[in-house]
């Protein structure tokens, strides 16, 4: 096994939690991220990548805040409407709950919680772009156990990463 592989290994065994990332600005986009992290903690601060081939990298390229959603293992059907359909056809908002959140986003009420962020930076890291954010406001939805990458990973996404 060569180095690629180990360390696809190494990773498909891994297990991460999912979000979904609204970002609003002439249109209301959103997707499923599987690569965010807490990024500081003083200040409080939280990176997502947004792939190149999405829908909502493209609208988040126009804009100064995400909101970003925490799922629960009960919100597989939520992620699936984010991971498996792509924006460019199809309007995943007429299909669930949302509401205007803090900086004029998108928030979707039926996570287990969400935070919107200023993005401080934005970073090209190869196929995805880090967006560096740092936290406006956040409000918890409700308690569970976290939608992991494991739960999704028989999803076909709406696009290549």
């Known amino acids: 096994m060569d180095s690629y592989e180990a360390f696809d290994h190494i990773v498909s065994n891994s297990s991460y939690p999912m979000y979904i990332v609204t970002a609003t600005g002439e249109h209301r986009a959103g997707c499923l991220v599987g690569f965010a992290s807490q990024a500081s903690i003083t200040p409080r601060r939280f990176l997502v990548m947004l792939s ?21 293992a009960a919100d597989r059907d939520l992620a699936a409407l984010f991971g498996e359909e792509t924006g460019d056809d199809t ?20 996570s287990c919680g969400w935070a919107v962020g200023r993005i401080i930076e934005r970073v090209d890291t190869g196929d995805h772009v880090g967006h560096l954010m740092e936290l406006v406001e956040a409000r918890v939805g409700r308690d569970g156990p976290p939608l992991t990458s494991r739960h999704v ?9």
């Open 52 to 72: 190149k081939a999405n829908h909502t990298y493209r609208v988040a390229q126009r804009v100064h805040h995400l909101a970003v959603h925490f799922l629960g």
């Open 153 to 161: 990973s028989d999803m076909e996404p709406g696009h290549p990463a």
């Open 91 to 110: 309007d995943k908002f007429a299909r669930c709950e949302w509401q205007v959140g803090p900086e004029g986003t998108t928030i979707v009420p039926a």
